[in-house]
């Protein structure tokens, strides 16, 4: 029998392999409902591939607004499309709780699978219900929502309609396929807030992008190979046509309807910053992943920021959670103060075939999922 920690410890026993699976789809823009709909069926797909975790791109629900940056006079001052196009937004995006959040607790309940989704968020009633907010939401197998947090700051275009952030999710929680924590597109470019992570123990971050090039990839596998963890990163897909009808698409693609404006580029990349799987372009995936979480403790060999690569006699962190009052409190997590001792795969080499994920290591599977 191999050597595990008493229950009374309250150490959790983690599996070696796990299934990681990251979603590269469209969603149906600006459609709640039916992006919603096509969400739950990628879980299910996901799922059946044994998937213990399924990660969303940014702002999935109801699709990121890439016409700040292929529409025209998105900044123009009280421009009557823009304030339309805004309050249908406003319209399609996700309470915190609402029947949406509560349909996500289901499917990760249904499946026994830990799940993290990108939304554009409002605030239904009070302070800041005008505000939209980047926000990325972790859903735990038991269906509680053990995380939520809001990008800190809008990048660039993006602040014409989302408000900051704050603090209270740059943590990790504990699931039982690992330590879980992420952040969202360009927060991978703040130093402090990716030491923020590391310092949360993280054994499996999700980065979540609207789509990811070359300089997005970068960033990722930079981000595995300096907190020595997993990364999973998910981006969308998106054409020309599925722009607003309210706006007047930027001269390159006034004319190409079928043109990719997001391509996905979703991944999964190593503690040593090496893909595992992936990344996948201009068509729809779920790519997939068995990972073997002994890596980390292998690869921390040469370096880890948080201990013995780390200097706390000559710098100092300390995060301040800026606390915004419109945010919705959020529940404790369930495993964090846990007693819980999970052992969904024993920890040795001779692991029965029979309990390991039945299919080949490392997918790109082309999703036929489609929502009309």
């Excluded at 995006?93 to 830990?114: G, Q």
Aim: with cysteine; hydrophobic share 40%.
């Amino acid at each position: 029998m191999p050597n595990s920690s008493d229950a009374s410890s309250g150490t959790i026993l983690m599996p070696r392999m796990v299934t990681v699976a990251a979603v590269q789809a469209s969603p149906v823009f600006m459609n709640l409902e039916s992006s919603l709909a096509k969400a739950l069926n990628l879980v299910t797909e996901a799922a059946l591939k044994k998937a213990q975790l399924v990660v969303f791109p940014e702002m999935w629900l109801p699709g990121y607004p890439a016409w700040l940056e292929f529409c025209r006079d998105v900044g123009v001052w009280n421009h009557p499309p823009i304030k339309k196009l805004y309050a249908r937004l406003v319209e399609n995006s996700v309470i915190v709780p609402s029947p949406t959040t509560e349909a996500f607790s289901a499917v990760a309940v249904e499946h026994r699978l830990t799940m993290v989704v990108g939304i554009c968020e409002r605030v239904a009633e009070g302070a800041g219900r005008g505000t939209l907010y980047s926000s990325m939401l972790t859903f735990g197998p038991s269906g509680d929502l053990i995380n939520h947090h809001r990008k800190l700051l809008p990048t660039y275009s993006e602040r014409l309609i989302c408000g900051q952030g704050d603090g209270r999710g740059l943590r990790s929680v504990r699931t039982s396929v690992g330590r879980v924590g992420g952040l969202i597109s360009w927060e991978h470019w703040t130093p402090l807030a990716r030491q923020a992570m590391h310092q949360a123990g993280e054994d499996l971050h999700v980065a979540l992008w609207p789509a990811l090039g070359e300089m997005e990839q970068i960033a990722c596998r930079q981000y595995a190979f300096e907190g020595r963890s997993f990364v999973v990163t998910a981006g969308s897909i998106m054409r020309a046509r599925d722009l607003p009808v309210e706006l007047e698409p930027i001269a390159e693609i006034a004319n190409n309807p079928d043109k990719l404006i997001l391509d996905g580029g979703s991944a999964v990349i190593g503690p040593d910053g090496k893909y595992i799987a992936g990344p996948a372009f201009d068509y729809e995936a779920i790519v997939m992943a068995r990972i073997n979480l002994n890596r980390i403790r292998e690869e921390s060999l040469m370096m880890d920021v948080t201990g013995h690569y780390n200097r706390p006699d000559l710098f100092e962190l300390r995060l301040k959670h800026g606390d915004i009052g419109s945010v919705t409190a959020l529940p404790p997590n369930p495993l964090d103060e846990s007693r819980l001792l999970v052992s969904s795969l024993p920890m040795t080499e001779d692991v029965s075939k029979d309990l390991l994920p039945e299919f080949p290591d490392n997918l790109i599977t082309p999703s036929p999922s489609k929502v009309a």
